[in-house]
């Protein structure tokens, strides 16, 4: 059963890579460990976490993230006064 979950941890690592990659903002840690809770919790629930789905979930949710920080907290774009 080890190699069984060595290759769910590469899958994970290289999911959480290609997001890294995609969501800069996140920490790398915060980044990973997401993509780790979602497959998480598609287990808990019955789901088959395939990869795909995994990271559809996990991009779905620090995409949500992202957009629900107010207004008054996100850096300034481009550095422009406005």
Known sequence: MPAL????SEIR???????CDEFTTFPSEAVHRCVA??????????????PARVERMAREHLTGVLKSEPPSGRAPAGGVDG
Request: charged share 30%; aromatic share 0%.
């Open 5 to 8: 979950a060595d290759h769910r």
């Open 13 to 19: 690592d290289a999911l959480a890579r290609r997001l």
């Open 37 to 50: 809770d979602v497959q998480a919790c598609m287990a808990h629930l019955g789901l088959d976490a395939t």
